[in-house]
């Protein structure tokens, strides 16, 4: 059931006045109606892999009770390993067991062992890779005594399978989220309002901006070798903002609809392509997933203090940014796309002024400083689109020849396709600035507009969106 | 809320309406199923000859080289379900019928078109003209409406290129149901993706199901005393090339094992070296000259059948082209 069907909007509009008005606003009931609706909604995918939510919403429930009543450390490490078994376990079974399997094989190969390749063919069930991360912060926070175990369990559940952020995030910490699911919540028209514009916000990003990009970036990615080394570039320029229109699109959708039913998730982008560094990016992309790598790896890592030796410091980025890559997906592509961007943060260890003063620009304006803000945030893009290489790449062979094909003598042509596209891509890219320049929390923020000018942008929002939605692509971040 | 939920309601009321004018103007507009439906059942007490399955019989039997009332059934996407509806629907009031053909592609056995999603699923069309409730869910909206099948997108396009004076573009077949298309497609390259394109919603679970819908047909020709034809149209080297060879061997054995059981003729013709690049639209399909050739010959089988020089279970190797 993807968010641009009807089937989600019938699905979504039912949940809505069931939850408003025949539950008498009772919490427990609310709860109750989330938790029913959540497992419908992930039941419509795939009704077998129901059941792993169920196990590790359990899991992480009694493990985090028991961590919490546990009289010494040693125990509560005990149910904490119970909790991160149960969650990596399942991770590691259903997403990466056919990768080692098969990179076991290779490696045997390398050194002229053949081992007979039986491997399992395993379905990844959608929304796994967010899940189990959101139930594992859950009792990792309990562990470190920042947390107190949930009680309640229908809160619980529903906390772990809240539909409108169960595929795809934004990943909730429990301190944030779960408190929601245990006081009354009220409609306000305000938020409900805000709300609304996010979802068409979203759904624009998603239809209008991502999957007419993504419509170009396929016949691109399906056969490069019969493309310029510019087109190729253009293809990587297109493939970035395809992939941020495309899950901050699911990302406002996500925010949109739970703000109707009275919660507040956290943002995940804040104009990330706008960034003007590499550590700006991760400020501003995914900051769901980059707050939980930080948190949980980086700092457990670093022994939950500041290191000052670079080396360990290094060691640790690697480290985090390969497993964030390998999260994505188990691809060997992933990993190299982490690694690269865990070698990209190396300069700012060694000479951290190199970071650019990331405070916006505010007016008036300098033409030194614009220039020096556009150069920064071009550096960042291509060393962004450098990494996307990896990133979109089936395998390294194709990433590869992907990159020799760019540096040919190709490069300087003029591209043959695509040039439309192409000032469709920047046009996106100047709105973006200057909503960031508005620093408003998304682009439809316009409450100080005369209304007729309101409605008008609605309007001519929705009626492009209908008229593009004839791909229906499913989000990209649903296969992670 | 009230105020929320009143706003909302009219801003999507234009909205609504809208989308519910389109689909009206839609449902209004020509397009092939119709056509072939009002031609088709015009007729009805006079065809001899009657062609179902995809579009392979689709452009590749042309009923103007078949030397008697012939209607051309078939259509893009049609599979043997589809097939098996409309042949029971018909059949008693196809009172001079003799000939049915039935035409077995690489898809045949592995597809079934009212499970594709999206634009590729035809469930809208046999339930809208013919009646059919071939139905996997029975609640997705791509069946009852035109708009939810095409998207607005399409039917924009297209109600706009009605409103042009282009509604002719609309329907492209004549009024034999056969489509001739005029241009021809690059033949190695169309030959890999066809190739790709047929496996994308292949299913071998469906093996069985298929088999038994022809076999249905097959009896039901036969106690009506209609001579059922199985043939396999002419394909480009590049398409047979790229298909998965144990699944094309399927469908080969398959067939024949049916139609030697039912002791009726099997024209397996798929590479057939007769056939040259000029005789095809694409890799898979014929053009206009290569359908004038096929149905030529399917015209002579036809007579030698009725004229009793060929026996009905007569093997292709019997047969000189």
């Known amino acids: 059931m993807l968010y641009n069907t009807l089937e989600f909007a019938i699905f979504y509009i039912l949940i809505f006045f069931l939850y408003w008005f025949a539950t008498d606003r009772r919490v427990k009931v609310q709860n109750l109606l989330i938790l029913a609706a959540s497992y419908f909604f992930y039941a419509y995918w795939d009704w077998r892999f129901l059941s792993l939510i169920v196990i590790s919403s359990l899991a992480d429930f009694y493990a985090g009770m028991q961590i919490e009543k546990a009289p010494n450390k040693k125990l509560k490490q005990l149910w904490l390993f119970v909790s991160l078994g149960v969650n990596i376990g399942l991770l590691g079974f259903f997403k990466y067991f056919g990768f080692f399997v098969d990179s076991f094989i290779d490696l045997f190969q390398i050194f002229g062992y053949e081992i007979p390749a039986r491997t399992l063919k395993i379905i990844l069930p959608v929304g796994i890779s967010f899940y189990t991360f959101q139930t594992l912060s859950y009792s990792i926070d309990i562990y470190r005594g920042r947390f107190k175990a949930s009680k309640d369990l229908i809160a619980f559940l529903a906390f772990v399978s809240f539909f409108p952020q169960l595929i795809a995030g934004p990943i909730e910490r429990a301190s944030n989220f779960l408190p929601q699911f245990q006081k009354t919540r009220k409609f306000k028209p305000e938020r409900a309002r805000d709300g609304l514009r996010q979802i068409l916000l979203g759904l624009f990003k998603k239809v209008v901006v991502a999957d007419t990009m993504g419509e170009t970036v396929g016949f691109i990615l399906e056969s490069p070798e019969s493309y310029s080394g510019i087109v190729l570039v253009i293809g990587l320029l297109l493939f970035t903002i395809q992939l941020y229109g495309d899950f901050s699109g699911y990302s406002d959708i996500a925010i949109g609809t739970a703000r109707l039913l009275g919660f507040d998730l956290m943002r995940n982008f804040n104009y990330p392509l706008m960034a003007r560094d590499i550590m700006d990016f991760w400020r501003r992309w995914h900051i769901s997933l980059t707050t939980w790598f930080r948190d949980y790896v980086f700092v457990s890592l670093s022994g939950g203090g500041m290191l000052r030796n670079k080396g360990k410091i290094i060691r640790n980025f690697f480290i985090t940014f390969a497993v964030s890559g390998l999260w994505h997906g188990a691809n060997w592509t992933f990993v190299v796309w982490g690694a690269l961007h865990g070698l990209y943060h190396i300069p700012y260890i060694f000479f951290p002024k190199l970071k650019s003063n990331v405070q916006e620009t505010r007016p008036p304006f300098t033409i030194a400083g614009t220039f020096k803000a556009l150069w920064q945030m071009l550096l960042t893009t291509v060393l962004n689109c450098f990494a996307l290489i990896f990133f979109m790449a089936p395998n390294l062979q194709y990433a590869w020849d992907y990159f020799m094909r760019i540096c040919s003598p190709s490069l300087f042509q003029m591209p043959e396709r695509f040039k439309w596209k192409v000032v469709w891509a920047i046009a996106f890219l100047i709105f973006e600035r200057v909503q960031m320049i508005r620093k408003t929390k998304h682009s439809l923020e316009i409450a100080p507009l005369p209304v007729v000018l309101r409605w008008g942008i609605y309007y001519a929002m929705a009626l492009t969106i209908l008229y593009f939605n004839y791909e229906r692509r499913a989000f990209i971040y649903f296969q992670f | 809320m009230r105020q929320i939920l009143l706003r909302t309601t009219l801003?999507?009321?234009?909205?609504?309406?809208?989308?519910?004018?389109?689909?009206?103007?839609?449902?209004?507009?020509?397009?092939?199923?119709?056509?072939?439906?009002?031609?088709?059942?015009?007729?009805?007490?006079?065809?001899?000859?009657?062609?179902?399955?995809?579009?392979?019989?689709?452009?590749?039997?042309?009923?103007?080289?078949?030397?008697?009332?012939?209607?051309?059934?078939?259509?893009?996407?049609?599979?043997?379900?589809?097939?098996?509806?409309?042949?029971?629907?018909?059949?008693?009031?196809?009172?001079?019928?003799?000939?049915?053909?039935?035409?077995?592609?690489?898809?045949?056995?592995?597809?079934?078109?009212?499970?594709?999603?999206?634009?590729?699923?035809?469930?809208?069309?046999?339930?809208?003209?013919?009646?059919?409730?071939?139905?996997?869910?029975?609640?997705?909206?791509?069946?009852?409406?035109?708009?939810?099948?095409?998207?607005?997108?399409?039917?924009?396009?297209?109600?706009?290129?009605?409103?042009?004076?282009e509604g002719d573009a609309l329907v492209e077949c004549d009024n034999t149901g056969w489509y001739g298309p005029t241009v021809t497609r690059d033949l190695e390259e169309n030959g890999r993706k066809s190739a790709g394109f047929h496996d994308l919603f292949y299913d071998t679970e469906l093996y069985e199901t298929n088999a038994r819908y022809l076999t249905e047909m097959i009896q039901l020709c036969k106690s009506k005393g209609i001579h059922p034809i199985l043939v396999s149209t002419p394909m480009w080297h590049t398409y047979l090339s790229?298909?998965?060879?144990?699944?094309?061997?399927?469908?080969?054995?398959?067939?024949?094992?049916?139609?030697?059981?039912?002791?009726?003729?099997?024209?397996?013709?798929?590479?057939?070296?007769?056939?040259?690049?000029?005789?095809?639209?694409?890799?898979?399909?014929l053009s206009p000259s290569g359908a004038e050739k096929f149905s030529k010959y399917l015209n002579s089988i036809m007579q030698s059948l009725e004229n009793g020089q060929l026996a009905a279970h007569a093997q292709p190797f019997d047969i000189q082209p």
């Open chain 2, 11 to 165: 801003f999507l009321l234009p909205i609504l309406l809208l989308l519910g004018g389109l689909e009206y103007v839609q449902k209004e507009l020509p397009n092939d199923y119709a056509f072939k439906k009002a031609n088709f059942e015009a007729g009805l007490d006079q065809w001899e000859v009657l062609i179902l399955g995809s579009s392979h019989s689709y452009l590749g039997i042309d009923p103007h080289h078949i030397a008697r009332p012939t209607f051309n059934l078939a259509y893009t996407a049609q599979t043997l379900a589809f097939d098996q509806f409309l042949l029971e629907k018909y059949i008693d009031q196809l009172t001079k019928l003799k000939f049915i053909v039935l035409p077995i592609s690489y898809p045949t056995y592995g597809s079934e078109s009212y499970l594709y999603p999206g634009i590729y699923n035809k469930t809208y069309y046999y339930h809208h003209y013919y009646g059919s409730n071939l139905f996997t869910k029975w609640y997705e909206p791509e069946n009852y409406s035109l708009l939810a099948l095409l998207t607005v997108k399409r039917a924009v396009d297209q109600t706009s290129q009605y409103y042009k004076g």
């Open chain 2, 242 to 285: 790229g298909l998965n060879p144990d699944r094309l061997q399927h469908m080969v054995q398959t067939t024949d094992a049916i139609a030697r059981k039912h002791q009726i003729l099997y024209l397996n013709h798929m590479d057939d070296p007769l056939y040259r690049s000029s005789d095809f639209f694409d890799a898979n399909h």
